[in-house]
C-alpha cells in the first residue's frame, strides 16, 4: 500500500515535468514561459477594466468554482464560474445542454475578457461551443486539457496547457495547481 502512495505521487511530479505548452500558432512554449504568460495576460486584461470567466463540467465546474471565487475573493478581479445550477438546469432544458456555456458567453462575455476553458478530455462539445462564442465575442482564452494530445480543446486558446495523463485525478490536481500559480504570482506582483 505504501508502494501506491509513493507511485501516486511520483507519477504526479513526472506529469508536472511533461505538462506541455502552445501558443495560439501552436509553438511549443517553456510551460513557465507559458504560466508567467498566462498571468500577464490576465493582470494586463484586468487592468484594463475586463473580467475572467471560467467554465468546466465535472469535476472541472468545480475547480471553474473555486478559482473563480479566489481570483475575486483573494486577488481582487472581476471572476464568474458560469455553474450556477439554475442556469445550467434552464439552458439545459430549454436548450440544450451542449449550448449551456455558448448562451452564457454569449449574453454575458465583453471583448476582451478572458475565458478559462478546462476540461480534462478537451473534447467535451459545451466547452468547445463555448470557446467558439468566446472567440466570436473577442475574448482572450486559456486552455486546460488532458488526456489525447490531439483533442481539439488545446488548439483553441491564445495559451494551451496540456496535462498527458488519461487518469481524470491526476490531470484536475495540475490544472488546478497551474491556476493557483497564476494567481498567486498576481497577487505577488502587487506588492
Same mark, same amino acid.
Request: proline share 1%; with cysteine.
Given at each position: 500500500?505504501?508502494? $501506491? ?7 504526479? %511530479? ?8 502552445? *501558443?495560439?500558432?501552436?509553438?511549443? #512554449? ?5 504560466? !508567467? ?5 490576465? %493582470? ?7 473580467? =475572467? ?16 471565487? *479566489? !481570483? ?7 471572476? +464568474?464560474?458560469?455553474? *450556477?445550477?439554475? #442556469? ?9 445542454? /451542449?449550448?449551456? $456555456?455558448?448562451? @452564457? ?9 478572458? =475565458? ?6 478537451? /473534447?467535451?462539445?459545451? +466547452? ?9 465575442? /473577442?475574448?482572450?482564452?486559456?486552455? =486546460?486539457?488532458?488526456? %489525447? @494530445? ?5 488548439? #483553441?486558446?491564445? =495559451?494551451?496547457?496540456?496535462?498527458? @495523463? ?6 484536475? +490536481?495540475?490544472?488546478?495547481? +497551474? ?5 498567486? !504570482? ?6
Amino acid at each position: 500500500m505504501k508502494d $501506491f502512495i509513493k507511485n501516486y505521487y511520483f507519477e504526479i %511530479k513526472n506529469l508536472f515535468d511533461s505538462i506541455k505548452m502552445t *501558443d495560439n500558432r501552436r509553438k511549443v #512554449l517553456n510551460f513557465f514561459e507559458g504560466v !508567467y504568460r498566462a498571468a500577464e495576460l490576465i %493582470k494586463k486584461q484586468i487592468v484594463s477594466g475586463k473580467k =475572467l470567466i471560467f467554465i468546466g463540467n465535472g469535476a472541472s465546474a468545480s475547480i471553474s468554482s473555486h478559482l473563480a471565487t *479566489d !481570483y475575486w475573493k483573494n486577488g481582487g478581479m472581476r471572476a +464568474i464560474a458560469f455553474n *450556477d445550477a439554475a #442556469l445550467i438546469t434552464c439552458v439545459s432544458n430549454d436548450i440544450g445542454y /451542449k449550448h449551456v $456555456f455558448e448562451k @452564457s458567453i454569449e449574453m454575458f462575455a465583453d471583448k476582451g475578457d478572458i =475565458l478559462i476553458a478546462i476540461s480534462s478530455s478537451g /473534447k467535451s462539445e459545451n +466547452i468547445l461551443r463555448g470557446v467558439k462564442m468566446a472567440k466570436k465575442k /473577442k475574448c482572450k482564452i486559456i486552455t =486546460l486539457s488532458g488526456f %489525447k @494530445s490531439e483533442n481539439p480543446l488545446r488548439k #483553441l486558446g491564445n =495559451l494551451n496547457f496540456y496535462v498527458p @495523463s488519461s487518469v481524470y485525478g491526476h490531470v484536475e +490536481i495540475l490544472h488546478h495547481s +497551474i491556476c493557483h500559480c497564476i494567481l498567486e !504570482y498576481i497577487m505577488e506582483s502587487r506588492k
